[in-house]
């Protein structure tokens, strides 16, 4: 387990009894088909004090690092794809507000995601703009009673009347800011966008902001600086992103393990046959060589050092998320393609943990350039 200490494995073990307990097939697969958050499972891992670790006490948070987080997030998604990466994602942006927002938002705030009675999302991506921050077209314009916000977001994870948004937008000639905008407020429209190939607990929204007022207050960080603020949450995102791609990985593999240790063909265990054991060899090398990213990265983290670990962290993950889950399906041959066996849904999340955050032609420029340094 990479050294992990007795406090950070007694973690790992209450996220795995609590996974087994509640985690259901055959419910995760109801929900998964029918869009559903797992509402239920939620509250109660907030109750449990799984939803915050990261957060400060004073925050109903565990005052722990992002490796505990990471830790859980593993465990989850490892039990079940979609219900962990709906609860590891039930928070998204909340870093924003944990690490630039004024004292009285996230006494507010942190609190309800960490308990489980509010979710968040990060309201970034518009119609036509990927990754070049300066082509954003939401804008904030001030008067005295505070911002007024218009414009178009996608891709956002909408997460119901309780929740709130950090909506990245201009705030002046040349500035990008984060704004923190609640979703029951006047102007503020959320459109769904319907099923994806995987991550479907999470329901996907445009945002629409029309002449949606906000107090001073409710900005994030300092005016102007919201493109590095958003670097620094993305850092952690892709960490922890990182970690649910493990977890999936390791879901995959372990039905896959199960059943060549049960299946026969030809008067002996799948397990038997050699070309069967070098498939689960090169699974398991796989998931150990992205755990060990995925974990150096959050605790380097938590040390206050960032460099090429978060990209390589979320891209390794996936990478194995996505291979192990593809040979999870070969090995179980036609029943791969069956949604009981569970490693089709696996292959669908695994395919998120690619695409979200950057796909893999947008971080390895983001590696390389922090190898080589930016050319000109």
């Given at each position: 387990m990479l050294d992990l200490n007795r406090a950070q494995k007694e973690i790992q073990k209450a996220a795995r009894d609590f996974a087994r307990g509640e985690f259901d097939k055959d419910l995760a697969l109801q929900m998964e088909a029918g869009g559903a958050f797992p509402e239920r499972i939620w509250r109660k891992a907030g109750e449990l004090g799984f939803l915050g670790l990261h957060f400060p006490e004073q925050y109903s948070g565990g005052g722990l690092g992002l490796?505990?987080?990471v830790l859980v997030t593993e465990t989850f998604c490892r039990q079940d794809a979609s219900i962990g990466s709906a609860l590891a994602l039930s928070a998204f942006g909340a870093e924003c507000l944990l690490r630039f927002g004024p004292e009285a938002l996230k006494q507010q705030f942190l609190p309800a995601l960490a308990e489980g009675?509010?979710?968040?999302?990060?309201?970034?991506t518009e119609p036509g703009v990927q990754a070049d921050w300066s082509a954003l077209q939401t804008r904030a314009a001030s008067d005295e009673g505070g911002w007024i916000v218009n414009g178009r977001k996608t891709y956002v994870f909408e997460g119901g009347p309780n929740a709130f948004y950090i909506v990245v937008c201009r705030t002046g000639p040349?500035?990008?800011?984060?704004?923190l905008i609640e979703a029951n407020r006047p102007g503020v429209a959320a459109h769904d966008l319907g099923r994806k190939v995987g991550f479907n607990m999470l329901r996907t929204a445009h945002l629409d902001l029309l002449e949606v007022r906000v107090p001073f207050e409710h900005l994030l960080g300092s005016q102007g600086r919201g493109v590095a603020q958003l670097e620094q949450f993305l850092d952690e995102a892709r960490i922890l992103l990182g970690?649910?791609?493990?977890?999936?990985?390791a879901g995959a593999f372990d039905r896959a393990l199960a059943y060549v240790k049960e299946r026969e063909a030809f008067g002996r265990k799948l397990a038997g046959f050699e070309a069967i054991r070098d498939k689960i060899a090169d699974m398991a090398m796989k998931i150990e060589a992205a755990r060990a990213i995925v974990y150096a990265a959050a605790r380097r983290r938590d040390a206050g050092q960032a460099g090429i670990l978060p990209s390589a962290a979320?891209?390794?993950a996936a990478r194995a998320a996505l291979e192990v889950a593809d040979q999870a399906i070969q090995i179980f041959g036609g029943y791969g393609y069956m949604k009981e066996t569970e490693v089709e849904r696996f292959y669908r999340d695994a395919k998120m943990t690619?695409?979200?955050?950057g796909g893999p032609p947008a971080v390895r420029k983001k590696i390389a350039e922090a190898v080589i340094g930016k050319l000109r």
């Open positions: 490796l505990e987080t009675r509010a979710r968040s999302g990060l309201a970034l040349g500035e990008i800011s984060m704004i970690a649910v791609g493990l977890g999936i990985a979320k891209m390794s690619e695409l979200l955050l």
